[in-house]
């Protein structure tokens, strides 16, 4: 057993991960979509955490807060989060206590240029051509004080503020394995993201830093965070999905009433914390084909939803989404036995409640992807518009920047649009549930009505979660234990 993982088994000494686990599925029974989309973010962010051990390249996702001012969907996971978010905070005001050591702790100047002396005497041994045995005994003094100097600059690189992340002389910092999380959330990652899209690609396509090694070689990035349903324009959304990075989008309509934190939370935020470090660290990577969960039923008609959906995509989009639903399984499947080898001897009924938890787990968080990926229709993508699509989107772009406008103005801002073709192209974008012309104007559709219509345009059960019992059970006798307290 490795060190995380008796750690872990210390932590949850007493209290029940599995019972915190089912809480999550249930915390927003009102709210399915807020509820949908936090279960398969905190998937996603394991997933991301854990490194290769899952996949070459982790998904990246993005919340979409359609409507709502408070977020309770965002708090809850930055809650599970919090040991790995810790490090992309403000530095304390009082210098960290000296290491005899460490020269460099607490002094990021003389880091930063201890390192880039590095750089510079490595490519001073390369130019002058000297055999790379002799390059290597060179620099292994060197490296000593890299490693001494990175976390002196870069605290942070598990997660990091995507415009905190890339370096001018170092490229993109990350990990020692060579992977990091970008952290959307803000308008400067968010404008950074929007540049880099647009004139810097290259960044994304090629995402290149220095190793711990000293080579310069290829990193592995993934994106998380939340942005608004206003910041979630077209834009930003043909941008990422013609990028490299395969990104899975994430909207909800509502933010949950407040409800206080998870009366479990710092057990979850220890179990992501520990889970994933022990996956990282620990954990070989895992071929897809190894396990598997049952796909018949409801997760069979996401797994369909998704990929029909899909169809309209750019590039090879509809495999990657393929590649996750099986690859999700894979993370689940993980998480279960590792909550199982916390315990010293399972009973039958803990097997049992775990099968229905991975379940649960896994068709919840499929049902979110789904809902991002019929969402991407708000965009044109997925909905069959055809050679019908340029027109369409130009007439959908014009009533969402102007505002709602009567036929007869739609047609003479969009002047090379006869009346025919006008009211086709209307009746078009009104059937996939884009524009409105029942009154007097044409208007189009808010993104929060769009999503509300998601389960009525598409088969889209509701899921039967097999947790139920056992969390109403545990729940009643909750209320027992608190009514006896009182009397």
Known sequence: MSFEQIAWTMAAKGKDPVRALTGLLHRFPEHDMSRCQLVASLLLSMWQLGGRTFSPTAPSFLLIKASGEKDAV?????GMLKSPLAPIKAAPAEPPPADPNNMFRGKPE???????AIIARLKNLEQRGLHPPVIEAEMMRWREQWCQCKPE???????????????PDFGW???????????????????????????EQSKLHHPQGVCDDLSRWDKKLALMGRITGKSWDTSLADGLLGGPLPVVFLPYLSTPPEAGPHPDAGLLASMVTYFTR?????????????????????PEIYADLILRSSAG????????????????????SRLCVWLLSAEPKPSASQVEALNHLSRDLYVTAL??????????GFHGRGIGLGSDKTAAMQILTHLRTAGPCSRRDLQRKLYWLDAKERDRLLARLEEASLVSTAGRH?????????????????????PTLATTTAYKAGMEKATAAQAGAMT
């Open 74 to 78: 965002w708090q809850a996971l930055t």
């Open 110 to 116: 003389l880091s930063r240029e201890t390192m880039q």
């Open 153 to 167: 600059v870069f605290p942070a690189t598990e997660i990091n503020h995507y415009f905190k992340a890339h370096d």
């Open 173 to 199: 910092v990350t990990h020692a394995d060579d992977h990091i999380s970008l952290l959307i959330h803000g308008p400067k990652s968010e404008a950074e993201l929007r540049r880099d899209l647009q004139d």
């Open 278 to 298: 022990h996956q990282r660290n620990h954990c070989p990577p895992a071929r897809t084909d190894l396990h598997g969960l049952p796909m018949d039923g409801e």
């Open 313 to 332: 995509l750019p590039g090879d989009r509809r495999f990657g989404l393929q590649l996750l639903i099986r690859e999700l399984q894979l993370v689940v």
């Open 367 to 376: 049902r979110g992807i789904a809902y991002g990926v019929a969402a991407l």
């Open 442 to 462: 044409v208007e189009a559709v808010p993104l929060g009505d769009y999503l509300m219509g998601i389960p009525g345009r598409l088969r889209f059960p509701q």
